[in-house]
């Protein structure tokens, strides 16, 4: 039987979101977040495997499957500049075919006003002798237009950073109340904690007192907990609600921890994301910190 001939092709989609780099970015990091929108339709697809190792030498595994064929998608990371750019190629497998071998480069740059413009090129060689462009265009592009759902969800603040410290003692600076209450909150913050209940249904009852002296009755309940990777809390207050869920990634011998805080309304979370961001990021500065201080 005569081999195929390969066919080449190359195309760019440039796509505009509401959201900055950093969170454009986080959506193609954080192995949950990517999942939502990279994965197709529940109804059509069925999901067998997924990993994601998001660090440069890193690979990344989708096997799904839709009707009577399996479709396994496997990459290998070899350039990730945060907020910047990621550089990966991967292999398209669809049944018992190998379809093709792929690199592609995501770019990332601000937009005058705010929001990203994403630029996604792709390089594809199709082994089955032939031209698949077509169909793999319109195919990133309905990826495409289930990250802008994501992206532009305007009731969701996501807060994420990687810290130099192994995802064990990264969970464990968390999941132990006596480390934990030397760095929950921002700048300035401490804390008195009169119950810290780890696992689903149980509360979480403590008081933060601001630099000023106020003191911030705090409730909150834990809907999953799945140690090392995963902690899920509903946040209870007068002023507002959010449902807070914690992923904690293995990226090489570092931890990427991302914070996505769904709000009970748009408008409330409009109204309190750039003091919420603010207040994350000194919180993430203090974990820093701890965790120099745990690894010593």
Known sequence: MKTPPIVHGTFTIERTFRAPPARAFLAWADVDTKA??????PDRWKLVKRE?????????????????????????????????????????????????????????AA????GTRMTFTEQAAFLDGED????????????????ALELDDPSEVVSARVFD??????????????????????????????QFDLRPGGAWRFVMHGPDGTAYQMTK???EVAPPTRIVLRHEQPVHGFRMTMTFVEEGDKTRLTWRMRFDSKEEA?????????????NFDRLAAHLGTMAG
């Open 36 to 41: 939502r929108w990279f994965i197709g339709p």
């Open 52 to 108: 994601l190792h998001f660090h440069v030498g890193g690979t990344e595994v989708l096997h799904g499957e839709f009707g009577s064929h399996a479709s396994i998608f496997t990459a290998r990371y070899h350039a990730i500049v945060p907020n910047e750019r990621i550089v990966y190629a991967y292999d398209m497998h669809v049944g018992n075919k190998h379809l093709s071998v792929s690199l592609a480069t995501v770019e990332f």
């Open 111 to 114: 937009v005058i006003g705010g």
């Open 132 to 147: 698949g462009v077509r169909s793999r265009e319109a195919g990133t592009t309905a990826h495409f237009d289930r990250l």
């Open 165 to 194: 410290a192994p995802r064990d003692l990264v969970f464990r600076a968390f999941s132990d109340p006596n480390h934990l209450t030397r760095w929950w909150g921002p700048k300035g913050f401490t804390n008195t904690f009169h």
């Open 221 to 223: 309940d834990f809907v």
């Open 270 to 282: 409009e109204r309190v994301r750039k003091p919420v961001t603010e207040a994350n990021e000194q």
